[in-house]
């Protein structure tokens, strides 16, 4: 028996990891997380059975955290993934009792494990090929990935006190399909109403955000250096960015973001503090490097950490859902209270400055207030022709040669076109010189991948505005690089918008069998990605 795992876009071959992540998630830890989901799966169905809606909403806040650390790049930690699965069974069981025939869902409800070796024990047994059968398999991954996006959201919500009951009930609905439906077509409706569900979850975040923290504005980030020592924070958790920002004030420590922290900077309750220096190097997959140069402590707040250094291994730390064995773990705040930074705050002071890697500033912050703010000047620019098209290339970035593609089209894009971005894929493209049309810049930044939201509600009321039935008859390509369980759920969201014609790329998901593959191609018109200059000359005349 060994490991099976193909949720990312880079697993080994398109085909799937067998003997260690390509992220570096160890073959033990791929399969505890199985367990993991294994567990959450009985918990949803003995909730499903019971049918208090009451308890789906109060188990809701836990099945995302558990679903959330389960996604690419986020928790290497076993300890912390038996400690998930064990809480998983403990709240099953306490569900479970009060069925009166639990026996009949066999050994979901049943199954019982107590030490990290029976966990692994489960975890072989049902793991991801269990499912025989590609096509029912492939829809049941499909769903679970875009729960494990949808939760990621939902749970970043819920630190900052706003939750959907809705999402929260789904999670019920949609696991306990997930283990008990075989039919096709009604896997296939599941998959469709996750889409609708990541479209709530992502509004949720965004109400969560800008209500919290206001609306981005239009903002120039610094990507140079102080002269004081930094901590540098990645990740996506706006929270642990106020709380580190309100902690470092008067230390004499810089705060730097990193990755898909990057928006941060463009929130107004952010700007206020001086000491916010501005964002320091690149995406996700180039942090070995640049945490080598930062010199100060690092803190992830979610995914993407990729198997840590020993260099800076004494001065990584994570926080939230991410884990790393042998870094230090910040743990969550108690209630009423922050958490605690002073360890790397402490820390910081003693490191020299960041040693600079680039200088300049990027232009970001072009979310949806800000963007339907210039409406009006928008529609003219399309109108008068300035504006030929908009492409959106959000999504995410990675490590593979491939998606050098992504930095040839906005190369290849004319000079009349606009890129609307979102996630860290901005990072192939957002350096460089493109200019503005009538000053409004080439690249529009939304902010972080949840922040695909924005672009779609910028689409809908660009169809508002020019009296169109369908937002595909809007002068509009999309352009999607994919790499982990949230950009999955943005797809689904996309879809169930009734977006057509989304091109997908570096691959299609390996998840995705070739009949269900098929399926989404004649229903929805997905393309995979070809030749830069073709695709940009397809794009041009709509297709």
């Known amino acids: 028996m060994s490991m099976f795992c193909y949720q990312c876009q880079e697993t080994a071959g398109n085909k799937g990891c067998k003997v260690r992540g390509v992220c570096g998630k160890p073959e033990r830890t791929a399969v505890l997380m199985d367990a993991l989901i294994d567990g959450l799966k009985g918990l949803a169905v003995a909730l499903k059975e019971n049918g208090d809606k009451t308890a789906m909403k109060e188990e809701g806040p836990f099945i995302a955290q558990a679903l959330f650390a389960t996604i690419t790049n986020a928790n290497f930690d076993d300890m912390r993934i038996v400690e998930l699965a064990r809480e998983a069974l403990k709240r099953r069981e306490r569900i479970a009792s009060l069925l009166p025939k639990k026996e009949r869902f066999g050994d979901l409800l049943l199954w019982k494990a107590v030490t990290e070796e029976e966990f692994v024990s489960r975890g072989y047994e049902k793991g991801i090929e269990a499912t025989e059968n590609e096509d029912v398999r492939s829809l049941r991954e499909l769903t679970v990935y875009g729960l494990k996006g949808i939760a990621a959201y939902v749970d970043h919500a819920h630190v900052l006190g706003y939750q959907d ?37 992502m509004a949720l975040l965004d109400k969560a955000n800008t209500e919290t923290y206001g609306h981005p504005e239009i903002s120039e980030v610094n990507i140079g250096v102080g002269n004081n020592p930094g901590i540098l924070i990645s990740g996506h958790d706006l929270r642990d960015m106020e709380e580190l920002l309100k902690q470092t004030e008067g230390t004499g420590v810089d705060v730097y973001t990193h990755g898909e922290m990057l928006p941060a900077n463009y929130y107004p309750a952010f700007k206020k503090y001086s000491h916010f220096v501005g964002n320091y190097g690149n995406a996700w997959w180039k942090q070995n490097e640049e945490f080598d140069s930062f010199n100060g402590p690092v803190l992830m707040t979610t ?7 020993e260099s800076y291994k004494d001065r990584i730390f994570t926080t939230g859902m991410t884990g790393y064995p042998g870094v230090q773990h910040i743990p969550d705040r108690k209630e009423g209270k922050e958490k605690d930074f002073s360890t790397i705050i ?6 020299p400055p960041p040693r600079e890697i680039e200088k300049g500033k990027i232009v970001g912050g072009f979310a949806h207030n800000q963007v339907l703010a210039l409406a009006d000047k928008v529609v003219d620019a399309v109108k008068s022709g300035a504006i030929k098209r908009f492409v959106v290339m959000a999504g995410c970035d990675g490590r593979f040669s491939s998606r050098q593609y992504y930095t040839d089209v906005a190369r290849e894009l004319p000079e009349d076109t606009i890129i609307l971005t979102a996630g860290c894929a901005k990072y192939r493209y957002n350096k460089l010189e493109l200019g503005d049309i009538g000053g409004i810049p080439r690249v529009l ?3 972080q991948c949840n922040d695909s939201y924005s672009l779609a509600l910028i689409a809908l009321k660009l169809k508002e505005v020019f009296g169109l039935e369908d937002i595909n008859q809007l002068p509009l390509s999309f352009d999607i690089a994919w790499y982990e369980q949230k950009a999955v759920a943005v797809l689904l969201a996309l879809l169930f918008l009734g977006v057509k014609g989304i091109r997908l790329g570096p691959t299609l998901p390996a998840f995705l069998s070739p009949n269900i593959a098929k399926i989404l191609i004649e229903k929805f018109d997905i393309k995979t990605i070809s030749d830069a200059k073709a695709d940009v000359g397809m794009m041009m005349l709509g297709r």
């Open 165 to 201: 009951e809705t999402i929260f009930e789904f999670f019920a609905d949609a696991l306990s399909a997930v283990a008990l439906e075989e039919d096709p077509d009604i896997l296939t409706a599941l998959v469709l109403k996750t889409g609708e569900m990541a479209v709530a979850g």
């Open 346 to 351: 402490a820390l910081a002071k003693k490191c």
């Open 445 to 447: 930044d939304a902010g």
């Open 303 to 309: 995914n993407c950490i990729i198997p840590v250094k």
